[in-house]
Protein backbone atom coordinates (compact mmCIF):
# COMPACT_ATOMS: atom_id res chain seq x y z
CA UNK A 1 0.00 0.00 0.00
CA UNK A 2 1.45 3.64 -0.85
CA UNK A 3 0.92 6.17 1.06
CA UNK A 4 -0.23 9.78 -0.03
CA UNK A 5 -0.19 13.09 2.18
CA UNK A 6 -1.95 11.47 4.39
CA UNK A 7 -1.27 8.63 6.96
CA UNK A 8 -2.15 5.88 5.74
CA UNK A 9 0.74 3.21 4.18
CA UNK A 10 1.20 -0.57 3.50
CA UNK A 11 3.81 -2.76 3.45
CA UNK A 12 4.64 -4.27 -0.20
CA UNK A 13 4.26 -8.04 -0.57
CA UNK A 14 3.82 -10.75 -3.08
CA UNK A 15 0.26 -11.79 -3.46
CA UNK A 16 -2.53 -13.70 -5.40
CA UNK A 17 -5.45 -11.86 -5.79
CA UNK A 18 -8.28 -11.23 -3.04
CA UNK A 19 -11.08 -13.55 -3.19
CA UNK A 20 -13.69 -11.94 -1.36
CA UNK A 21 -14.69 -8.44 -1.20
CA UNK A 22 -15.05 -7.64 2.65
CA UNK A 23 -11.81 -8.47 4.37
CA UNK A 24 -8.51 -7.65 2.42
CA UNK A 25 -5.38 -10.49 2.67
CA UNK A 26 -1.57 -9.53 2.22
CA UNK A 27 0.52 -12.43 1.89
CA UNK A 28 3.70 -11.63 3.90
CA UNK A 29 6.65 -11.09 1.52
CA UNK A 30 9.45 -14.21 1.18
CA UNK A 31 12.10 -13.08 3.32
CA UNK A 32 14.58 -12.09 0.23
CA UNK A 33 11.81 -9.38 -0.90
CA UNK A 34 11.89 -6.84 1.87
CA UNK A 35 9.00 -5.22 2.64
CA UNK A 36 8.40 -1.39 1.53
CA UNK A 37 6.26 1.58 1.78
CA UNK A 38 6.57 4.10 -1.24
CA UNK A 39 4.86 7.51 -0.86
CA UNK A 40 3.63 9.63 -3.87
CA UNK A 41 3.94 13.27 -3.50
CA UNK A 42 1.18 14.99 -5.16
CA UNK A 43 3.72 16.73 -7.85
CA UNK A 44 4.74 13.74 -9.15
CA UNK A 45 3.00 13.30 -12.33
CA UNK A 46 1.83 9.29 -10.98
CA UNK A 47 0.06 10.69 -8.36
CA UNK A 48 -2.60 12.54 -11.03
CA UNK A 49 -2.61 9.65 -13.28
CA UNK A 50 -3.71 7.31 -10.20
CA UNK A 51 -6.29 9.71 -9.13
CA UNK A 52 -7.89 9.80 -12.80
CA UNK A 53 -7.51 6.23 -13.54
CA UNK A 54 -10.87 4.15 -14.03
CA UNK A 55 -9.28 0.76 -12.23
CA UNK A 56 -5.73 -1.10 -11.37
CA UNK A 57 -2.78 0.14 -13.15
CA UNK A 58 -0.38 -2.67 -14.47
CA UNK A 59 3.06 -0.81 -13.94
CA UNK A 60 4.96 -2.14 -17.33
CA UNK A 61 2.12 -0.19 -19.30
CA UNK A 62 3.07 3.13 -17.80
CA UNK A 63 5.46 5.33 -19.31
CA UNK A 64 5.96 8.54 -17.34
CA UNK A 65 8.72 10.24 -16.18
CA UNK A 66 7.78 9.90 -12.78
CA UNK A 67 10.37 9.04 -9.38
CA UNK A 68 7.78 7.56 -7.46
CA UNK A 69 6.82 5.02 -10.25
CA UNK A 70 10.66 4.21 -10.97
CA UNK A 71 10.81 3.25 -7.31
CA UNK A 72 7.10 1.31 -7.25
CA UNK A 73 9.52 -0.36 -10.27
CA UNK A 74 12.08 -1.32 -8.30
CA UNK A 75 10.42 -2.48 -5.10
CA UNK A 76 8.88 -4.95 -7.41
CA UNK A 77 5.66 -3.91 -7.89
CA UNK A 78 3.69 -4.96 -10.83
CA UNK A 79 0.04 -3.76 -9.78
CA UNK A 80 -1.08 -0.33 -8.43
CA UNK A 81 -5.05 -0.47 -7.19
CA UNK A 82 -6.38 3.65 -6.91
CA UNK A 83 -8.19 4.17 -3.66
CA UNK A 84 -10.49 6.83 -4.44
CA UNK A 85 -13.09 8.61 -2.92
CA UNK A 86 -14.77 11.80 -4.14
CA UNK A 87 -12.78 12.25 -6.11
CA UNK A 88 -9.74 12.64 -4.29
CA UNK A 89 -6.85 10.10 -4.08
CA UNK A 90 -6.20 8.90 -0.86
CA UNK A 91 -3.51 5.89 -0.80
CA UNK A 92 -3.11 2.78 -3.24
CA UNK A 93 -2.91 -1.11 -2.59
CA UNK A 94 0.31 -2.71 -4.63
CA UNK A 95 0.36 -5.89 -5.45
CA UNK A 96 4.15 -7.55 -6.53
CA UNK A 97 3.59 -10.37 -8.90
CA UNK A 98 2.09 -13.42 -9.02
CA UNK A 99 3.10 -16.45 -7.15
CA UNK A 100 2.01 -18.54 -10.34
CA UNK A 101 4.17 -16.10 -12.16
CA UNK A 102 1.35 -15.34 -14.55
CA UNK A 103 -0.02 -11.84 -14.96
CA UNK A 104 -3.02 -10.19 -13.49
CA UNK A 105 -6.17 -11.13 -15.70
CA UNK A 106 -9.11 -8.58 -16.33
CA UNK A 107 -11.12 -10.55 -13.96
CA UNK A 108 -8.46 -9.76 -10.97
CA UNK A 109 -8.31 -6.08 -12.00
CA UNK A 110 -11.99 -6.36 -11.95
CA UNK A 111 -12.39 -7.89 -8.47
CA UNK A 112 -9.67 -5.58 -7.49
CA UNK A 113 -10.98 -2.37 -8.48
CA UNK A 114 -14.91 -3.25 -6.63
CA UNK A 115 -12.74 -3.86 -3.53
CA UNK A 116 -10.78 -0.62 -4.04
CA UNK A 117 -14.42 1.19 -4.47
CA UNK A 118 -15.75 0.00 -1.16
CA UNK A 119 -12.85 0.04 1.11
CA UNK A 120 -11.89 4.16 -0.18
CA UNK A 121 -14.62 5.48 1.97
CA UNK A 122 -13.87 3.43 4.98
CA UNK A 123 -10.62 4.09 4.74
CA UNK A 124 -11.66 7.84 4.57
CA UNK A 125 -13.87 7.82 7.30
CA UNK A 126 -10.95 6.43 9.27
CA UNK A 127 -8.26 9.11 8.29
CA UNK A 128 -10.84 11.84 9.03
CA UNK A 129 -11.46 10.12 12.71
CA UNK A 130 -7.58 9.85 13.34
CA UNK A 131 -7.18 13.45 12.00
CA UNK A 132 -10.23 14.78 14.45
CA UNK A 133 -8.90 13.09 17.60
CA UNK A 134 -5.65 14.55 16.86
CA UNK A 135 -6.91 17.97 16.54
CA UNK A 136 -8.63 17.45 19.43
CA UNK A 137 -6.08 16.19 21.73
CA UNK A 138 -3.87 19.68 20.11
CA UNK A 139 -7.07 21.97 20.72
CA UNK A 140 -7.26 20.21 24.94
CA UNK A 141 -3.34 21.11 25.10
CA UNK A 142 -3.66 24.57 23.99
CA UNK A 143 -6.81 25.65 26.21
CA UNK A 144 -4.86 23.88 29.30
CA UNK A 145 -1.76 25.48 28.52
CA UNK A 146 -3.94 28.91 28.07
CA UNK A 147 -5.59 28.02 31.31
CA UNK A 148 -2.02 27.38 32.97
CA UNK A 149 -0.66 30.67 31.49
CA UNK A 150 -4.17 32.60 32.51
CA UNK A 151 -3.59 31.33 35.86
CA UNK A 152 -0.25 32.84 36.21
CA UNK A 153 -1.14 36.00 35.13
CA UNK A 154 -3.60 36.29 37.33
CA UNK A 155 -1.71 35.49 40.15
CA UNK A 156 0.84 38.46 39.49
CA UNK A 157 -2.22 40.96 39.41
CA UNK A 158 -2.22 42.67 42.83
CA UNK A 159 -4.97 40.98 44.59
CA UNK A 160 -5.68 43.84 46.13
CA UNK A 161 -5.64 47.61 45.78
CA UNK A 162 -3.50 50.05 48.40
CA UNK A 163 -6.08 51.76 51.05
CA UNK A 164 -4.04 54.78 51.52
CA UNK A 165 -6.21 57.50 53.15
CA UNK A 166 -7.60 60.23 51.48
CA UNK A 167 -6.87 58.50 48.20
CA UNK A 168 -9.25 56.79 45.95
CA UNK A 169 -7.70 53.95 43.88
CA UNK A 170 -9.19 51.75 41.11
CA UNK A 171 -7.41 49.44 38.67
CA UNK A 172 -8.90 47.43 35.84
CA UNK A 173 -7.44 45.03 33.42
CA UNK A 174 -9.18 43.48 30.31
CA UNK A 175 -7.32 41.17 27.66
CA UNK A 176 -8.11 40.89 23.98
CA UNK A 177 -7.24 37.36 24.69
CA UNK A 178 -7.63 34.66 27.38
CA UNK A 179 -3.81 35.71 28.41
CA UNK A 180 -2.52 38.95 27.65
CA UNK A 181 0.62 40.97 27.85
CA UNK A 182 -0.83 44.46 30.23
CA UNK A 183 0.48 44.19 33.08
CA UNK A 184 -0.23 46.67 36.26
CA UNK A 185 0.98 46.88 40.00
CA UNK A 186 1.67 48.31 43.24
CA UNK A 187 4.61 48.36 45.04
CA UNK A 188 5.34 49.04 48.83
CA UNK A 189 8.57 50.97 49.36
CA UNK A 190 8.40 51.61 52.78
CA UNK A 191 8.38 55.46 54.50
CA UNK A 192 4.86 55.63 53.10
CA UNK A 193 5.77 55.21 49.38
CA UNK A 194 4.11 53.38 46.87
CA UNK A 195 5.88 52.23 43.10
CA UNK A 196 2.96 52.22 40.75
CA UNK A 197 3.44 50.13 37.41
CA UNK A 198 1.65 49.87 34.44
CA UNK A 199 3.25 48.12 31.28
CA UNK A 200 2.51 46.48 28.18
CA UNK A 201 4.00 43.90 26.22
CA UNK A 202 4.12 43.74 22.79
CA UNK A 203 1.85 40.54 21.75
CA UNK A 204 -0.64 38.41 23.21
CA UNK A 205 -1.26 35.11 24.26
CA UNK A 206 0.88 32.83 26.01
CA UNK A 207 4.52 34.06 24.77
CA UNK A 208 3.44 37.88 26.17
CA UNK A 209 2.51 36.61 29.46
CA UNK A 210 5.72 34.82 30.19
CA UNK A 211 7.36 38.13 29.03
CA UNK A 212 4.64 39.97 31.07
CA UNK A 213 5.62 37.78 34.60
CA UNK A 214 9.38 37.99 34.40
CA UNK A 215 9.01 41.87 34.03
CA UNK A 216 6.32 41.53 36.54
CA UNK A 217 9.39 39.82 39.14
CA UNK A 218 12.30 42.39 37.88
CA UNK A 219 10.39 45.27 38.69
CA UNK A 220 9.31 43.56 42.38
CA UNK A 221 12.56 42.28 43.16
CA UNK A 222 14.37 45.80 42.04
CA UNK A 223 12.20 48.46 42.62
CA UNK A 224 12.25 48.46 46.63
CA UNK A 225 16.34 47.94 46.47
CA UNK A 226 16.79 50.97 43.78
CA UNK A 227 13.80 53.14 44.51
CA UNK A 228 14.57 56.04 41.61
CA UNK A 229 12.12 54.95 38.85
CA UNK A 230 14.94 55.82 36.22
CA UNK A 231 17.49 53.21 38.01
CA UNK A 232 14.40 50.80 38.41
CA UNK A 233 13.34 50.94 34.46
CA UNK A 234 17.43 50.88 33.79
CA UNK A 235 17.95 47.59 35.70
CA UNK A 236 14.92 46.75 34.27
CA UNK A 237 16.27 46.69 30.75
CA UNK A 238 19.49 45.29 31.15
CA UNK A 239 18.26 41.98 32.61
CA UNK A 240 15.27 41.96 29.94
CA UNK A 241 17.68 42.63 26.64
CA UNK A 242 19.60 39.53 26.85
CA UNK A 243 16.83 37.44 27.22
CA UNK A 244 13.76 39.06 25.07
CA UNK A 245 12.07 36.73 22.23
CA UNK A 246 12.33 38.64 18.53
CA UNK A 247 10.59 41.62 18.05
CA UNK A 248 9.40 42.36 21.19
CA UNK A 249 9.49 44.30 23.72
CA UNK A 250 7.63 46.07 26.85
CA UNK A 251 6.46 49.57 27.43
CA UNK A 252 6.97 50.22 31.19
CA UNK A 253 5.93 53.60 33.24
CA UNK A 254 6.82 53.57 36.65
CA UNK A 255 6.23 55.89 39.79
CA UNK A 256 6.57 56.46 43.12
CA UNK A 257 3.97 58.26 45.10
CA UNK A 258 4.25 59.95 48.04
CA UNK A 259 0.43 59.74 49.14
CA UNK A 260 1.02 62.55 52.09
CA UNK A 261 2.01 65.24 49.22
CA UNK A 262 1.27 64.18 46.02
CA UNK A 263 4.44 64.16 44.83
CA UNK A 264 4.61 61.78 42.02
CA UNK A 265 8.08 60.80 40.55
CA UNK A 266 8.34 58.81 37.47
CA UNK A 267 10.61 57.56 34.31
CA UNK A 268 9.00 56.12 31.27
CA UNK A 269 10.04 53.21 28.81
CA UNK A 270 8.20 54.08 25.60
CA UNK A 271 4.71 53.76 27.58
CA UNK A 272 1.81 56.35 26.73
CA UNK A 273 2.22 59.36 29.43
CA UNK A 274 -0.24 59.85 32.45
CA UNK A 275 -3.01 62.66 32.32
CA UNK A 276 -3.60 64.56 35.12
CA UNK A 277 -6.92 66.33 36.04
CA UNK A 278 -5.92 69.26 37.91
CA UNK A 279 -8.26 72.53 38.75
CA UNK A 280 -7.43 74.61 35.47
CA UNK A 281 -7.79 71.01 33.38
CA UNK A 282 -6.20 68.16 32.12
CA UNK A 283 -2.71 67.92 31.41
CA UNK A 284 -0.14 65.34 30.40
CA UNK A 285 2.91 64.31 32.21
CA UNK A 286 5.76 64.27 30.08
CA UNK A 287 9.10 61.48 30.39
CA UNK A 288 10.30 59.94 27.85
CA UNK A 289 12.45 56.42 27.11
CA UNK A 290 12.90 53.49 24.81
CA UNK A 291 10.95 50.29 25.91
CA UNK A 292 12.22 47.88 27.57
CA UNK A 293 14.26 44.94 26.52
CA UNK A 294 15.36 46.53 22.79
CA UNK A 295 18.95 47.28 23.72
CA UNK A 296 21.30 47.52 26.74
CA UNK A 297 22.76 50.07 28.23
CA UNK A 298 19.39 52.77 27.70
CA UNK A 299 19.10 55.93 30.67
CA UNK A 300 15.84 56.58 31.83
CA UNK A 301 15.01 60.10 32.77
CA UNK A 302 12.93 60.83 35.36
CA UNK A 303 9.84 63.69 35.88
CA UNK A 304 8.06 65.00 38.93
CA UNK A 305 4.57 65.94 39.26
CA UNK A 306 1.80 66.33 41.85
CA UNK A 307 -1.62 65.13 42.16
CA UNK A 308 -3.11 68.21 44.37
CA UNK A 309 -6.33 68.34 46.24
CA UNK A 310 -9.51 67.23 44.60
CA UNK A 311 -7.60 66.34 41.26
CA UNK A 312 -6.78 62.63 39.80
CA UNK A 313 -4.26 60.90 37.89
CA UNK A 314 -4.88 57.94 34.98
CA UNK A 315 -2.45 55.93 33.86
CA UNK A 316 -3.51 53.96 30.84
CA UNK A 317 -2.21 51.30 28.26
CA UNK A 318 -2.93 51.71 24.31
CA UNK A 319 -5.42 49.49 24.03
CA UNK A 320 -7.94 51.99 25.42
CA UNK A 321 -7.02 54.58 22.33
CA UNK A 322 -6.15 52.47 19.97
CA UNK A 323 -10.01 50.73 20.02
CA UNK A 324 -11.69 51.57 16.62
CA UNK A 325 -15.67 52.28 15.92
CA UNK A 326 -17.77 50.58 13.76
CA UNK A 327 -16.70 53.20 10.66
CA UNK A 328 -12.48 52.24 11.28
CA UNK A 329 -12.14 55.88 13.48
CA UNK A 330 -9.80 55.04 16.12
CA UNK A 331 -10.65 56.24 19.91
CA UNK A 332 -7.23 58.19 19.79
CA UNK A 333 -6.05 60.76 22.82
CA UNK A 334 -8.29 63.82 22.55
CA UNK A 335 -11.38 61.76 22.92
CA UNK A 336 -9.53 60.17 26.32
CA UNK A 337 -8.22 63.96 27.87
CA UNK A 338 -11.98 64.91 27.19
CA UNK A 339 -13.39 62.22 29.17
CA UNK A 340 -10.73 62.97 31.64
CA UNK A 341 -12.01 66.60 32.36
CA UNK A 342 -14.72 65.26 34.66
CA UNK A 343 -14.36 64.74 38.21
CA UNK A 344 -15.56 61.30 39.49
CA UNK A 345 -14.16 59.40 42.49
CA UNK A 346 -11.35 57.07 41.52
CA UNK A 347 -14.05 53.59 40.51
CA UNK A 348 -16.33 56.03 39.30
CA UNK A 349 -13.90 57.71 36.78
CA UNK A 350 -12.69 54.27 35.66
CA UNK A 351 -16.12 53.10 35.16
CA UNK A 352 -17.34 56.19 32.97
CA UNK A 353 -14.06 55.79 31.18
CA UNK A 354 -15.11 51.93 29.99
CA UNK A 355 -18.50 53.10 29.64
CA UNK A 356 -17.98 56.14 27.15
CA UNK A 357 -15.24 53.84 25.17
CA UNK A 358 -17.87 50.97 24.50
CA UNK A 359 -20.36 53.51 23.92
CA UNK A 360 -17.86 54.73 20.71
CA UNK A 361 -16.95 51.29 19.95
CA UNK A 362 -20.98 49.88 19.58
CA UNK A 363 -22.07 46.93 20.29
CA UNK A 364 -20.10 43.42 19.42
CA UNK A 365 -17.37 45.25 18.31
CA UNK A 366 -14.11 42.83 19.11
CA UNK A 367 -11.70 44.16 21.40
CA UNK A 368 -8.50 44.92 19.59
CA UNK A 369 -5.99 44.89 22.25
CA UNK A 370 -5.57 44.60 26.12
CA UNK A 371 -7.07 47.27 28.15
CA UNK A 372 -4.92 48.45 31.39
CA UNK A 373 -6.49 51.08 33.36
CA UNK A 374 -5.26 52.62 36.50
CA UNK A 375 -6.71 55.78 38.04
CA UNK A 376 -5.82 57.27 41.41
CA UNK A 377 -7.72 60.53 42.69
CA UNK A 378 -6.50 62.56 46.04
CA UNK A 379 -9.68 63.51 47.70
CA UNK A 380 -10.56 67.29 48.77
CA UNK A 381 -9.27 68.97 51.39
CA UNK A 382 -5.88 67.68 51.74
CA UNK A 383 -3.14 69.43 51.72
CA UNK A 384 -1.29 70.07 48.51
CA UNK A 385 2.45 69.30 48.72
CA UNK A 386 3.01 70.59 45.02
CA UNK A 387 1.59 72.64 42.02
CA UNK A 388 -0.97 74.85 42.58
CA UNK A 389 -0.69 78.39 41.17
CA UNK A 390 3.58 77.66 40.42
CA UNK A 391 3.05 74.10 38.71
CA UNK A 392 4.87 74.08 35.43
CA UNK A 393 2.91 72.93 32.47
CA UNK A 394 5.19 71.74 29.66
CA UNK A 395 1.65 71.50 26.97
CA UNK A 396 0.65 75.04 26.26
CA UNK A 397 -2.25 76.43 25.36
CA UNK A 398 -3.64 78.09 22.72
CA UNK A 399 -3.59 81.41 24.27
CA UNK A 400 -0.56 81.49 25.81
CA UNK A 401 0.77 80.90 21.80
CA UNK A 402 -0.89 84.00 20.96
CA UNK A 403 0.65 85.82 24.05
CA UNK A 404 4.07 84.66 23.40
CA UNK A 405 4.01 86.50 20.00
CA UNK A 406 4.52 89.43 21.22
CA UNK A 407 8.17 88.49 23.32
CA UNK A 408 11.33 88.85 21.23
CA UNK A 409 12.40 85.06 20.04
CA UNK A 410 15.89 83.86 19.89
CA UNK A 411 14.97 82.99 16.33
CA UNK A 412 12.51 83.01 13.58
CA UNK A 413 12.91 82.07 9.89
CA UNK A 414 10.75 80.56 7.08
CA UNK A 415 12.06 78.16 4.65
CA UNK A 416 11.08 76.65 1.26
CA UNK A 417 9.01 73.98 1.63
CA UNK A 418 11.39 71.18 -0.28
CA UNK A 419 12.73 68.16 0.74
CA UNK A 420 15.81 68.42 2.60
CA UNK A 421 15.99 72.03 3.83
CA UNK A 422 14.84 70.25 7.32
CA UNK A 423 19.37 70.24 7.82
CA UNK A 424 18.97 73.82 7.21
CA UNK A 425 16.36 74.56 9.81
CA UNK A 426 17.67 72.09 12.49
CA UNK A 427 21.24 74.16 12.08
CA UNK A 428 19.90 77.40 12.90
CA UNK A 429 17.47 76.16 15.49
CA UNK A 430 21.06 74.83 17.32
CA UNK A 431 22.39 77.90 16.49
CA UNK A 432 20.00 80.00 18.24
CA UNK A 433 20.14 78.03 21.52
CA UNK A 434 24.06 77.44 21.59
CA UNK A 435 24.37 80.62 23.95
CA UNK A 436 21.75 78.28 26.49
CA UNK A 437 24.29 75.95 27.12
CA UNK A 438 22.16 72.57 26.63
CA UNK A 439 23.98 69.51 27.55
CA UNK A 440 25.48 68.02 24.34
CA UNK A 441 22.95 64.98 24.39
CA UNK A 442 19.60 67.08 25.17
CA UNK A 443 20.92 69.62 22.41
CA UNK A 444 21.25 65.97 20.26
CA UNK A 445 17.82 65.61 20.76
CA UNK A 446 16.46 68.67 20.16
CA UNK A 447 18.29 69.07 16.72
CA UNK A 448 16.80 65.54 15.72
CA UNK A 449 13.09 66.38 17.02
CA UNK A 450 13.05 69.89 14.80
CA UNK A 451 14.81 67.70 11.64
CA UNK A 452 12.04 65.29 11.99
CA UNK A 453 9.04 67.76 12.83
CA UNK A 454 10.02 70.14 9.72
CA UNK A 455 10.27 66.87 7.32
CA UNK A 456 6.73 66.64 8.24
CA UNK A 457 5.86 69.68 7.65
CA UNK A 458 7.40 70.16 4.46
CA UNK A 459 6.19 66.69 2.77
CA UNK A 460 2.80 66.48 4.42
CA UNK A 461 1.77 70.96 5.17
CA UNK A 462 4.08 71.83 2.06
CA UNK A 463 3.71 68.59 -0.38
CA UNK A 464 7.34 69.45 -1.14
CA UNK A 465 6.18 72.67 -2.80
CA UNK A 466 9.14 75.32 -2.50
CA UNK A 467 6.27 77.83 -3.25
CA UNK A 468 4.55 76.70 0.19
CA UNK A 469 6.58 78.17 2.95
CA UNK A 470 7.35 76.49 6.54
CA UNK A 471 7.38 78.88 9.52
CA UNK A 472 9.94 78.13 12.63
CA UNK A 473 10.27 80.17 15.68
CA UNK A 474 12.25 79.52 18.55
CA UNK A 475 11.55 80.75 22.60
CA UNK A 476 13.02 79.99 25.81
CA UNK A 477 12.90 81.15 29.37
CA UNK A 478 13.84 80.41 32.44
CA UNK A 479 12.25 76.82 32.22
CA UNK A 480 12.08 75.34 28.64
CA UNK A 481 12.78 76.03 25.07
CA UNK A 482 10.32 76.09 22.64
CA UNK A 483 10.54 75.03 18.84
CA UNK A 484 7.57 76.27 16.87
CA UNK A 485 7.04 75.04 13.01
CA UNK A 486 4.13 75.87 11.03
CA UNK A 487 2.93 74.31 7.96
CA UNK A 488 0.21 75.20 5.15
CA UNK A 489 -1.74 72.00 6.34
CA UNK A 490 -2.24 70.85 3.00
CA UNK A 491 -2.74 67.44 3.53
CA UNK A 492 -4.98 67.84 6.83
CA UNK A 493 -4.11 67.43 10.47
CA UNK A 494 -1.41 65.70 12.29
CA UNK A 495 -2.47 61.92 13.07
CA UNK A 496 -1.85 60.42 16.47
CA UNK A 497 1.28 58.62 16.85
CA UNK A 498 1.52 54.96 16.21
CA UNK A 499 3.62 52.48 18.62
CA UNK A 500 5.84 51.16 15.45
CA UNK A 501 5.34 47.78 14.66
CA UNK A 502 7.59 46.38 12.06
CA UNK A 503 5.35 43.74 11.02
CA UNK A 504 2.20 46.14 10.12
CA UNK A 505 5.14 48.52 8.24
CA UNK A 506 6.43 45.74 6.23
CA UNK A 507 2.71 44.79 5.45
CA UNK A 508 1.65 48.24 4.77
CA UNK A 509 -0.70 48.28 7.57
CA UNK A 510 1.30 51.12 9.02
CA UNK A 511 1.90 54.34 6.68
CA UNK A 512 5.58 54.62 4.98
CA UNK A 513 6.53 57.19 7.87
CA UNK A 514 4.71 56.25 10.71
CA UNK A 515 7.23 56.65 13.00
CA UNK A 516 8.27 59.83 12.95
CA UNK A 517 5.69 61.16 15.19
CA UNK A 518 6.72 58.73 17.57
CA UNK A 519 10.23 59.47 17.37
CA UNK A 520 9.63 63.04 17.75
CA UNK A 521 7.18 62.73 20.56
CA UNK A 522 10.52 60.49 22.41
CA UNK A 523 13.27 63.14 22.26
CA UNK A 524 11.29 66.15 23.43
CA UNK A 525 9.58 66.47 26.99
CA UNK A 526 6.38 68.02 25.32
CA UNK A 527 4.61 67.97 21.43
CA UNK A 528 1.28 69.59 20.69
CA UNK A 529 -0.19 70.21 17.74
CA UNK A 530 -2.49 73.34 17.07
CA UNK A 531 -4.51 74.28 14.38
CA UNK A 532 -5.59 78.16 13.40
CA UNK A 533 -7.09 79.85 10.56
CA UNK A 534 -5.64 77.40 8.29
CA UNK A 535 -2.37 77.04 9.86
CA UNK A 536 -1.06 73.62 11.81
CA UNK A 537 1.47 74.27 14.40
CA UNK A 538 3.47 71.70 16.05
CA UNK A 539 4.81 72.90 19.23
CA UNK A 540 8.30 70.62 21.00
CA UNK A 541 9.09 71.62 24.53
CA UNK A 542 12.63 70.80 25.76
CA UNK A 543 12.73 71.76 29.44
CA UNK A 544 16.07 73.43 30.58
CA UNK A 545 16.89 71.27 33.90
CA UNK A 546 17.09 67.98 31.96
CA UNK A 547 14.14 66.74 33.73
Excluded at 37 to 46: F, G, N, R
Excluded at 153 to 179: C, D, K, M, S, T
Excluded at 328 to 350: H, I, Q
Excluded at 356 to 363: I, K, M, N, S, V
Aim: aromatic share 6%; glycine share 10%; net charge negative.
Amino acid sequence: MTAMPRPFRRILGRSEPVASPVSLTVTAAPAELPGVAVDIPETDPLFAYLQAAPGPVVLSRLELASPALDELREAGVALVVPLVTQGELIGTLNLGPRLSEQDYSSDDRRLLGTLAAQAAPAIRVAQLVKEQAAEAAERERYEQELKVAQLIQQQFLPHELPNLPEWQIAAYYGPARVVGGDFYDFIDLGEGRIGVVVGDVTDKGVPAALVMARTHSIMRAEAPRLIEPGLVLARANELLAPEMPPRMFVTCLYGVLEPATGRFVFANAGHNLPYVRTTGGVIELRATGLPLGLMPGIVYEETEGFVGQGEAMLLYSDGMVEQHGPGREMYGFPRLREAMATDDAGSVLLDRLLDELHAFTGPGVEQEDDITLVTLRRSAGVASGGWSEERPEVALTRDEIVSDAAVEPLAAFTIAGAIGNERAAMQRVAEAVAPLGLEPARLERLKTAVAETVMNAIEYGSQGDPGVPVDVRVDADAQAIRVRVTDRALSGPVPDAEMPDLDAKLDGRQKPRGWGLFLIRHMVDGMDVHAVDGLQTVTLTLARDGR
